[in-house]
């Protein structure tokens, strides 16, 4: 059983450039969401999903955009890079929301705009 | 509106100490739930304890133990003994039932555990 998976691990990128941080969970949970992680902020809500084809923003979803096709994967996609983007990125999933528990966290995708 | 403080940005203590992480959150929901996350050097969230609003028993675990007040709307976390291994940083969180999609956290707190 593995959980949340996020790919890639690291990542750079440009200015302006576009990239698509992926998200997949294999344990048909119906709740996911991205989180970014800022020194000294704590995690922030970026999007999250309720249910395939369901979404809706969090806390700081500017420049950020999410679909939900599949109950498995939220992919997370930056359209243009700006370096304030520059994060680690927490995936999440839970069943019914946290009625049934906690959520689990993917590992963490670290990202550095340049 | 939801919002978790975790007004302790840094706290070092001695090994074999005892600690306690402070957690205050607002909420207008009557029912809701509280989270406390371990985040080692590592980096991965490491879920520690959820405590729903009308559950306000004191919950104990090992060394940690948690004492959660809604009169005070506070889950606070405590390490009796704290030991090396203990060193991350604690994130507490919230999550309202009106809109369970959504956990927010606070800042975090780094606790140092010096040998």
């Known amino acids: 059983n593995a959980g949340v998976t996020q790919t890639p691990k690291f990542q750079v990128l440009k200015t302006g450039q576009s990239m698509t941080l992926q998200c997949a969970q294999d344990m048909n949970h119906e709740y996911m969401s991205w989180y970014r992680q800022d020194p000294g902020m704590g995690l922030r809500l970026i999007h999250y999903s309720v249910g395939a084809g369901i979404t809706d923003q969090g806390e700081v979803p500017n420049g950020y955009n999410v679909s939900r096709s599949t109950t498995e994967d939220f992919p997370l996609r930056l359209l243009s890079a700006a370096p304030s983007q520059t994060s680690v990125y927490f995936c999440?999933?839970?069943?019914?929301?946290?009625?049934?528990?906690?959520?689990?966290f993917g590992s963490g995708t670290r990202l550095t705009v340049v | 509106a939801q919002k978790v403080t975790q007004a302790q940005t840094e706290i070092s203590v001695v090994e074999k100490e005892d600690v306690t992480l402070d957690c205050v959150y607002e909420?207008?929901?009557?029912?809701?739930?509280l989270f406390w996350y371990k985040q080692p050097p590592s980096g991965e969230l490491v879920f520690l304890i959820r405590r729903n609003s009308f559950d306000e028993q004191n919950e104990i675990s090992g060394r940690y133990s948690w004492n959660f007040q809604k009169s005070t709307s506070s889950f606070n976390f405590t390490i009796t003994a704290s030991q090396v291994v203990d060193s991350a940083v604690y994130f507490c969180?919230?999550?309202?039932?009106?809109?369970?999609?959504?956990?927010?956290f606070g800042q975090g707190t780094t606790l140092q555990v010096k040998p």
């Open positions: 999440a999933s839970s069943r019914g929301g946290i009625r049934e528990g906690g959520y689990t």
């Open positions: 909420t207008r929901d009557t029912t809701y739930y």
């Open positions: 969180a919230l999550s309202e039932r009106s809109n369970t999609g959504k956990l927010i």
